[in-house]
């Protein structure tokens, strides 16, 4: 009776127990493994800072790159402007050498239009001489040559008769002098016109020259515009780029902080969490040999024995995400090496590292101890890959 009492509160207390540690994993699984170990790989954190230092120096390359590109096209930008106002000046020049020419041209003209008009009067000039000689011819002609005659032969005496007939001649030699002086005027006049006009004609061709000049000039300047707009609208896409560019480096520069921050895992062999003489492991990672009653089939971990107030070491540097007293792990310590890597050292008696402690490979972080559910004296050393506990014998080398 007695005994089967026993048995009966043994069963009780072990199915009590049972059920605590398995509702207490139960909520550590549930609950705490988000809140823990962040379960959540992030993408950028697939690379290593290594490889993202090489991306950013890349970037930071093909930045400079730009940059000198970039000031390139501000001088060629420059040079551009330059050249448009050489161009601009030599347009003006040439504007004013049109002015300049119509002005001539003008000039030109008007002394056309008084040469024709000396022409003009040298030509009425004879005209009216011609005219009143004629007229006088005709009177001459009426009085008939024996008339004209016996008007000299009439006169007083022969010297009398001689002067008048030489004065008559000397009429006709004046006016026949006369008419040539005037003709010969009027011909030189006439000379002078065309040698004016074909100075207008000259001008009006230099002017059409000029003209053309000035609209090659123009159309250069067209040219050179469209050059300028190419150039700035280059800048701008350099411009564009930098940005970009810089954005990008910043973007990875952060990402290396966070992952700087946060301890990335880049690999590697982990330290033995004990000294090397406590190299003896009573529990393996998988299924146990020898099944403790109410801790499951499956050990998460290795048992390393060790006596009590032997220090634990830091597998790997990181930084401590949990130090305190959690169920059946008693007091423990949880660090976080990036990469969704974490450790996890259980019972130990004293706990050194703090919660944010950045902690180096190797640094005393606690006490070997038998907090928790422990039978005696141990480490218990988990390795989790994103909250999933592995084999920490991938991880460290057992001395
Ligand atoms: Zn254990």
């Known amino acids: 009776m007695n005994k089967f009492l026993d048995k009966k509160k043994k069963f009780t207390s072990i199915l009590a127990i049972t059920m605590v540690l398995f509702s207490s994993f139960y909520v550590f699984a549930s609950v705490k493994t988000s809140d823990l170990f962040g379960d959540i790989k992030r993408p950028e954190e697939e690379k290593n800072i290594e490889e993202l230092e090489s991306e950013k120096s890349n970037i930071e390359q093909k930045l400079e790159e730009t940059k000198t590109e970039y000031q390139e096209q501000v001088k060629l930008y420059s040079k ?16 004013e050498l049109i ?11 008007e002394e056309v239009e008084a040469k024709k008009l000396e022409v003009n009067k040298a030509k009425a ?10 007229k006088r011819l005709r009177a001459m002609y009426k009085f008939g040559k024996t008339e004209y005659l016996q008007i000299i032969l009439r006169s007083e005496n022969i010297v009398n008769a001689l002067t008048r007939l030489d004065r008559v001649r000397y009429i006709a030699e004046y006016d026949r002098n006369m008419l040539e002086e005037l003709k010969y005027l009027e011909q030189n006049l006439e000379e002078k016109q065309a040698e004016l006009e074909n100075e207008k004609k ?11 000049q000035k609209e ?7 040219q050179e515009l469209v050059k300028k707009k190419q150039i700035s609208e280059n800048m701008e896409a350099l411009e564009r780029q930098k940005q970009q560019l810089e954005a990008e480096s910043e973007k990875i520069a952060e990402t290396i902080r966070q992952m700087q921050i946060k301890r990335v895992y880049v690999g590697g062999v982990m330290a033995w969490p004990l ?7 009573t529990s393996f990672f998988g299924p146990r040999a020898e099944p403790i009653p109410g801790a499951g089939t499956n050990h998460g971990a290795i048992d390393i024995a060790a006596p009590s107030g ?3 070491y830091a597998a790997l540097g990181g930084e401590v995400v949990y130090s305190g007293s959690l169920f059946s792990y008693g007091e423990m310590v949880l660090i976080d090496h990036g990469g969704g890597i974490h450790t996890l050292y259980a019972h130990s008696s004293l706990r050194i590292a703090k919660l944010g402690d950045v902690v180096n490979k190797g640094d005393v972080i606690a006490k070997v101890g038998t907090t928790g559910r422990s039978t005696g004296p141990h480490l218990h050393f988990e390795v989790r890959e994103n909250g999933t506990r592995v084999d920490p014998l991938n991880y460290v080398v057992r001395p």
């Open 310 to 312: 032997a220090n634990i």
């Open 80 to 95: 551009q402007e330059q050249e448009l106002a050489n161009l601009q000046v030599e347009i003006m020049a040439q504007i």
């Open 125 to 134: 000039d004879v005209d009216n001489h011609i005219s009143a000689l004629r």
């Open 275 to 281: 000294d090397y003489n406590y190299n003896y492991i």
């Open 99 to 109: 002015e300049k020419t119509d002005i001539d041209i003008e000039k030109k003209s």
């Open 216 to 222: 090659d000039l123009e159309a250069s300047y067209a």
């Open 202 to 212: 000259g001008l009006q061709d230099l002017k059409e020259i000029q003209t053309q």
